[in-house]
């Protein structure tokens, strides 16, 4: 095999895995991490070299399905909103388990980050740290859950994308955090259609509407 083969043969080996090979992938369930406790309201925030809290502001934390996924889209577009009308007020985080690559790719076509700040966690280790596992079968396909996956398409034309990178198996969350680093509103999803209420999220933190 000459040189130029074998380095076009690695590359090809090496590029993301695209279409049904990559929707395959992200049914295969990834290796179990060491999940920490969920931390509760009232209690302090995890906080790492990657996500440092406290940093003096109302934070809201957003642990995304993968990208692609119509609810990881959902929440996010909400987050985003809420970044750009409380610009000066709440400081938003959405962190993706998703490749850097598949995910710089996802954010421009779902809106754009706003005032979003975005942390890649491929290897899902913030997501251990703050009590996010693997879900089970029932969290990711029951009954209510696909049927309310056809209603953000029809409703609010929010399909499924196509998957790069990711698992559907990883539980998403988000957390509010108030400006010394205590927990004051937190949601784990109990299936892949269980939002978070961030309005709820706003009243824990004390943020009001602007436009009341």
């Not at 990559?22 to 931390?39: F, G, H, I, M």
């Not at 927990?183 to 784990?188: K, N, T």
């Amino acid at each position: 095999m000459s040189e130029s083969t074998t380095a076009a043969t690695n590359a090809e080996s090496n590029a993301p895995k695209s279409g049904l090979w990559a929707e395959l992938e992200s049914l295969k369930t990834p290796a179990a991490k060491d999940v920490a406790p969920t931390p509760k309201v009232g209690s302090k925030a995890p906080s790492t070299s990657r996500l440092p809290l406290p940093d003096g502001r109302k934070t809201l934390v957003l642990f995304l399905r993968h990208c692609g996924c119509p609810f990881a889209e959902k929440t996010f577009k909400a987050l985003t909103a809420i970044s750009d009308k409380h610009k000066n007020v709440v400081h938003c985080i959405a962190v993706s388990h998703s490749s850097a690559e598949a995910t710089e790719r996802w954010v421009p076509q779902v809106g754009g980050v706003w005032q979003t700040d975005i942390i890649v966690d491929e290897g899902r280790d913030l997501y251990a740290e703050w009590g996010l596992g693997l879900s089970s079968t029932w969290h990711m396909i029951n009954p209510f859950a696909l049927y309310s996956a056809y209603r953000l398409g029809a409703d609010e034309g929010i399909w499924n994308r196509p998957t790069e990178s990711g698992s559907r198996w990883q539980t998403s969350g988000a957390f509010a955090v108030d400006e010394d680093g205590t927990v004051r509103w937190e949601h784990i999803s109990s299936t892949a259609a269980d939002l978070p209420n961030f309005d709820a999220a706003l009243e824990a933190l004390g943020v009001a509407d602007p436009a009341a």
